[in-house]
């Protein structure tokens, strides 16, 4: 009887190709097995000015649309459910330029009421929001030129306790 020694090389060779196998099952089962894409409902913030300048208070105001596909508010079982779009305002006084965006300290006086850090508000889809930007607050210099961005995401709310997946066809 004959034993042979496989040859480092040989090893190599088995080691590549289960390697090359396990990488090859995991794409073929990515394509079979491909997620559903998720859809976000355009949600989008346009005809974004500031509007007015207060350089005694140190605050701006900052006006916007923000609108989005198939909104909805609806109640099913005595819990209301409905969506809001979470808005935040970012700003740059250098240009826009990478890592020189910040986060706005709003406060309230604007047709929007920003939550107690005042880092953004949770508002319904319209036209005409404005929210005061406490630019003072933020350390910008009245003399500043900034660049302000609105940014939007779309949340839902669901009522605390039990609820039905796709009742009523919501």
Known sequence: MKFFRQSSRLKKIIIFSLSGLIVISGLISLIIFKPNKAEANAITATNISI?????????ATI?????????????YDGKAF??????????????GTSGS???????????IT??????GAFVDSSANQTVIWDY???????????????????MVY???GSYTYDAGGI
Do not use: C, M, R
């Open 82 to 95: 409905w969506d809001k779009a979470w808005i935040f305002l970012k700003y740059s006084t250098q240009g």
């Open 136 to 154: 003072q607050t933020d350390g910008v210099a009245i003399n500043s030129h900034a660049k302000i961005k609105v940014g939007a995401i779309e």
């Open 63 to 75: 006006k916007f649309d923000v609108t989005w596909s198939n909104s909805f508010s609806t109640t």
């Open 114 to 119: 920003p939550v107690a850090d005042g880092k």
């Open 51 to 59: 509007s007015a300048v207060n350089t005694t208070t140190g605050k």
């Open 101 to 111: 965006w910040n986060h706005a300290t709003l406060t309230t006086g604007g047709t």
């Open 158 to 160: 669901i009522p605390e």
